[in-house]
């Protein structure tokens, strides 16, 4: 994160995080669960190391706001969360209460409402629910097609069948619910759906919940989590990010003025509208796709993100934009 400030001056960085949760026997064997999960133990970790290496933690009006009055920082860090998993209530507000850091969580507002059943992406259309059903069976049955599912190698290959499936449907009729597509691939298996909304979807009342702490600021990660470069409407463009504020602003009694890329693909047919709604909007990587840290010149709608994963510490694996590796 340490240049010369005689190429462009730093103003910090944004760390990215999906899932805080503790490890589970049912994910083991699923590569998704790996790449978006961190545990908080790894969560608390970090942050002590990066108080401890003298770095501060900022909301993400005061890093704005430092950044456009010049007083930005090479050792200032936002963490931003995106999707609207529950257990960043459970697990990681408490870490952040413990250690009074800010945070933004940018929720998916189909996600809070329905759950499995209408947001868009894949995971999160009942990935979670997928994984305990294979996980509790020797052999499974996808589509009329029987996998052996003893092992945690055969576990992996029959959840990615299935999900090469789902994600084929999906691909053509991208309006079908998540709910009936698992149905019909896997009839036979008891779904509850309603239980794996309630435990693993954080709820209106522990959004507004955490929204009353000073250190918690909730902003918009769309509406369906559509990748908004696939949507060719302008008016389907403009409910993705009206819809989602207009809800998330009932919800929370309060304004809603940050926003977050579905998948973090900054997507320009979108900006004028982005900038219509919100007051910054984060994606992953800079405006040049290759860097991730955070310079005094950037567009506040193209925040660059450091994606968090366990084993990879944010503080040495930020990539910074070729002009400054000098």
């Given at each position: 994160?340490?240049?010369?400030?005689?190429?462009?001056?730093?103003?910090?960085?944004?760390?990215?995080?999906?899932?805080?949760?503790?490890?589970?026997?049912?994910?083991?064997?699923?590569?998704?669960?790996?790449?978006?999960?961190?545990?908080?133990?790894?969560?608390?970790?970090?942050?002590?190391?990066?108080?401890?290496?003298?770095?501060?933690?900022?909301?993400?009006?005061?890093?704005?706001?430092?950044?456009?009055?010049?007083?930005?920082?090479?050792?200032d860090i936002v963490v931003t969360i995106d999707d609207g998993y529950r257990d960043i209530y459970q697990y990681?507000?408490?870490?952040?209460?413990?250690?009074?850091?800010?945070?933004?969580?940018?929720?998916?507002?189909?996600?809070?409402?329905?759950?499995?059943?209408?947001?868009?992406?894949?995971?999160?259309?009942?990935?979670?629910?997928?994984?305990?059903?294979?996980?509790?069976?020797?052999?499974?049955?996808?589509?009329?097609?029987?996998?052996?599912?003893?092992?945690?190698?055969?576990?992996?290959?029959?959840?990615?069948?299935?999900?090469?499936?789902?994600?084929?449907?999906?691909?053509?009729?991208?309006?079908?619910?998540?709910?009936?597509?698992?149905?019909?691939?896997?009839?036979?298996?008891?779904?509850?759906?309603?239980?794996?909304?309630?435990?693993?979807?954080?709820?209106?009342?522990?959004?507004?919940?955490?929204?009353?702490?000073?250190?918690?600021?909730?902003?918009?990660?769309?509406?369906?989590?559509?990748?908004?470069?696939?949507?060719?409407?302008?008016?389907?463009?403009?409910?993705?990010?009206?819809?989602?504020?207009?809800?998330?602003?009932?919800?929370?009694?309060?304004?809603?003025?940050?926003?977050?890329?579905?998948?973090?693909?900054?997507?320009?047919?979108?900006?004028?509208?982005?900038?219509?709604?919100?007051?910054?909007?984060?994606?992953?990587?800079?405006?040049?796709?290759?860097?991730?840290?955070?310079?005094?010149?950037?567009?506040?709608?193209?925040?660059?993100?450091?994606?968090?994963?366990?084993?990879?510490?944010?503080?040495?694996?930020?990539?910074?934009?070729?002009?400054?590796?000098?």
């Amino acid at each position: 994160m340490k240049v010369s400030e005689s190429i462009q001056k730093i103003d910090g960085a944004l760390w990215m995080l999906h899932r805080v949760a503790p490890d589970r026997p049912e994910t083991v064997f699923q590569k998704v669960d790996q790449e978006t999960r961190i545990t908080p133990e790894y969560l608390e970790k970090l942050i002590v190391e990066a108080k401890e290496a003298g770095y501060r933690f900022l909301s993400l009006d005061q890093f704005l706001a430092n950044k456009h009055a010049g007083k930005g920082s090479e050792k200032d860090i936002v963490v931003t969360i995106d999707d609207g998993y529950r257990d960043i209530y459970q697990y990681a507000w408490p870490i952040f209460e413990k250690h009074q850091v800010p945070f933004v969580f940018y929720v998916a507002s189909d996600f809070i409402q329905f759950g499995f059943e209408h947001c868009k992406r894949p995971e999160l259309d009942g990935g979670q629910l997928a994984m305990d059903i294979i996980y509790h069976h020797q052999n499974f049955e996808i589509g009329g097609k029987k996998y052996p599912a003893a092992s945690l190698e055969e576990k992996a290959a029959c959840f990615n069948a299935l999900w090469k499936k789902f994600k084929r449907i999906k691909r053509f009729k991208p309006w079908a619910s998540g709910r009936k597509l698992l149905q019909n691939l896997l009839p036979g298996y008891e779904m509850d759906f309603a239980k794996y909304k309630a435990e693993y979807v954080c709820s209106p009342e522990e959004l507004r919940e955490m929204n009353r702490s000073p250190l918690c600021t909730i902003g918009s990660h769309a509406k369906s989590h559509t990748p908004l470069f696939k949507i060719f409407l302008r008016t389907h463009l403009r409910r993705e990010l009206s819809e989602s504020q207009q809800f998330l602003e009932k919800v929370l009694g309060e304004k809603v003025e940050h926003f977050s890329y579905p998948y973090g693909s900054y997507c320009k047919k979108v900006d004028g509208l982005v900038r219509r709604y919100y007051k910054s909007a984060a994606a992953v990587g800079s405006a040049s796709h290759e860097g991730d840290v955070y310079c005094a010149g950037d567009d506040d709608y193209i925040l660059p993100r450091v994606h968090v994963k366990t084993g990879l510490n944010p503080l040495t694996q930020v990539k910074m934009p070729a002009a400054l590796r000098k």
